[in-house]
């Protein structure tokens, strides 16, 4: 009875610790999410799923997310705070099935079923992309529950759950039946000789309802592969080495050198249950080289593996400890926890809670936040009201943040990156980097919205937002057509914003 009270009690400090990280992040909001916001205003609006009106472009990679934030929308809650409420909930419930899913592959055996929970718990993207607003908690969610019923399900008679939810992540996120996919060829190795009608059953259910879902979107957005596909994967082997240098910029900030050999030990000691794990981090390390990383905060794309990587080097403890060298040497492997750890704690939580020295009034900020309107929090909010009171209902801005901007402003826009159009992302080159200026003013725009991270008279390492603000500022036609009306410099994104009006 005490021991369970002092695992509950820890699991509640756990739980704790990523509340506190949660709260002080709050403000936290990354532009991205209002793109799906926009998408979920005009499905409820009678518009459909689109972002601009009339124009069907398939800009999202998270239909489940929109459609909930929809349903939440359609009965007149505010769109940030839902999907940050909803993430603060999820992140919660993804620690209690990483807890569950640690209890099943260690066995109960030892102190060390606990580590993995310390270890999310003190990874800052686990955090920040709980309440950024965007789907990340609800995939981590419905991939962990998918892999779990899927590892039951290979060694006992079960119903096969795991489709279902495999099935649901598919919809919360496109590499979704990519995963399927690693699951089905691995679920074929592990039977082989032994297929039986459930996992015929298993297959079914996927591809079946899938494919309902599939062919509705490609006949809606008359495309087979989502718009942000092009978007994000026409940049050739330079994409690759991109991808590759994400994973290895993860490993440095990641306690690396401790943290993935050990996770392989379990590999090579034939661990029966932390088998089942292998597959889907190698298959998902393949998916994020293949499209280049992310540009996003705290290694977002490798939340989805984070926790099986920390239940795998959870494992590895666990089979050290139960060699000679390290029985002998007792203090040796809580010295290499304690090392990653602090790893941890030195990357990502001290740049946290210094903040709380450096600005006494944050924790006020923060409380603020919950009553403030976002207009008044973040400078593309700001920027979007003043376009709508500025520009007509039917102007056409141009922009490369396709976020807050368009959403609050109402307009319809013209994504100069690609991300929400399809002539620009088919174009070649890597995300932010193609352009094609002679297309964006054959469209006649009645504003263009450029970002700098400096002022246009300062000079800085990095000085656009992307390399289509450059070669716009640049272009004779620009100047010739359109006049600067407004240069705004945001306290809280530290962005110039530069809105130039047609003449």
Not at 33 to 59: D, K, Q, T
Not at 217 to 238: D, E, H, M, Q, V
Not at 320 to 336: G, Y
Not at 435 to 443: C, E, G, V
Request: aromatic share 20%; charged share 20%; proline share 3%.
């Amino acid at each position: 009875m005490i021991h369970k009270k002092k695992k509950i009690g820890l699991i509640i400090l756990i739980m704790c610790i990523v509340l506190i990280g949660e709260f002080h992040l709050m403000r936290y909001t990354v532009d991205d999410s209002f793109i799906s916001y926009r998408y979920a205003h005009n499905l409820v609006s009678g518009n459909g799923l689109v972002f601009n009106p009339g124009e069907r472009v398939e800009g999202h990679s998270n239909f489940l997310w929109i459609v909930i934030i929809a349903l939440f929308q359609s009965f007149g809650l505010n769109s940030l705070w839902v999907s940050k409420i909803l993430g603060i909930f999820l992140s919660i419930l993804n620690l209690l099935i990483i807890y569950r899913f640690s209890v099943y592959i260690s066995g109960r055996k030892g102190f060390f079923y606990l580590l993995s929970l310390w270890l999310i718990s003190l990874d800052i993207g686990f955090i920040r992309w709980s309440i950024a607003g965007l789907e990340t908690q609800l995939f981590l969610c419905l991939l962990m529950l998918g892999v779990y019923y899927f590892a039951l399900e290979c060694e006992t008679d079960r119903f096969p759950m795991s489709s279902i939810f495999f099935l649901l992540m598919s919809l919360a996120r496109v590499e979704g039946p990519f995963i399927f996919l690693i699951a089905l060829i691995y679920r074929i190795y592990i039977k082989r000789g032994r297929w039986a009608s459930k996992d015929t059953i298993w297959t079914i259910i996927f591809l079946v309802l899938y494919f309902l879902y599939f062919s509705w979107r490609t006949l809606y957005y008359g495309s087979f592969l989502p718009n942000i596909y092009y978007a994000k994967t026409l940049g050739a082997w330079k994409q690759l080495i991109d991808g590759l240098v994400y994973i290895f910029a993860f490993i440095r900030d990641n306690g690396g050198i401790l943290l993935f050999p050990i996770m392989l030990i379990p590999a090579v000691t034939r661990h029966n249950k932390a088998k089942y794990l292998y597959p889907f981090v190698g298959g998902y390390l393949i998916f994020i080289i293949y499209v280049g990383g992310d540009w996003m905060l705290d290694y977002r794309f490798f939340i989805p593996i984070l926790p099986f990587i920390f239940i795998l080097f959870q494992e590895g403890i666990r089979e050290l400890s139960n060699t000679a060298f390290f029985k002998r040497r007792k203090f040796l492997l809580p010295t290499i926890v304690l090392l990653l750890i602090f790893s941890n704690f030195f990357n990502d939580y001290n740049k946290l809670f210094r903040s709380y020295f450096r600005q006494p009034c944050s924790l006020i900020k923060v409380f603020k936040g919950w009553k403030e309107s976002p207009t008044k929090i973040y400078d593309r909010a700001k920027i979007g009201i003043w376009l709508k009171q500025f520009f007509p209902p039917n102007s056409l801005i141009a922009v490369e943040d396709c976020g807050m901007i368009p959403y609050y402003s109402e307009l319809k826009t013209l994504d100069i990156v690609g991300i929400l159009d399809p002539y620009v992302a088919r174009l070649k080159g890597r995300m932010h980097r193609k352009y094609d200026t002679d297309y964006y003013f054959s469209r006649t725009p009645d504003c263009f919205i450029l970002i700098r991270y400096c002022s246009l008279e300062e000079k800085s390492e990095i000085e656009w937002g992307a390399f289509a603000d450059k070669a716009i500022y640049e272009s004779e036609k620009f100047h010739k057509n359109y006049e600067l009306i407004r240069a705004y410099y945001g306290k809280e994104s530290e962005l110039w914003f530069y809105i130039y009006k047609r003449r």
